[in-house]
């Protein structure tokens, strides 16, 4: 049985840092891609940061290039997300999920909620 749990939310004001963490258990294959992902009410879930558990390599989207850094703790099952410069329009429910390590070699997929099979219960991030 997969859990994933995510901590570490909370309110902030614009320019401030938070850092989300995400325990995993139950994960069966190695090297697992491992991603955070946001959703607003009304919007679709968007991925925002990946990493590879395996090789330790990261990918960001866009919007969050350069303020958010997603890193790996092996020996504690954890990956966090130290989000920085944080504006209003992070503000959504943040949410890791799991995935076998071949979905983060996927130039588009890698960010694809679809290829997630194993998701954590999300944390409220806002910013005001």
């Known amino acids: 049985h997969v859990q994933l749990v995510e901590s570490g939310g909370g309110s902030v004001q614009a320019e401030g840092s938070l850092k989300l963490s995400c325990v995993a258990s139950?994960?069966?294959?190695?090297?697992?891609?491992m991603g955070w992902f946001r959703q607003v009410p009304g919007h679709e879930r968007e991925g925002v940061a990946v990493?590879?558990?395996?090789?330790?390599?990261?990918y960001y989207d866009d919007s969050v290039k350069g303020r958010f850094t997603v890193s790996s703790d092996n020996a504690a099952n954890a990956i966090y997300l130290q989000m920085d410069s944080l504006k209003p329009e992070d503000t959504a429910v943040y949410y890791c999920a799991a995935a076998p390590f071949d979905v983060c070699i996927l130039n588009l997929g890698r960010f694809q909620r679809v290829n997630y099979k194993q998701w954590g219960q999300g944390t409220q991030v806002t910013v005001s």
């Open positions: 990493i590879g558990t395996g090789d330790r390599r990261t």
């Open positions: 139950g994960i069966t294959y190695r090297g697992p891609c």
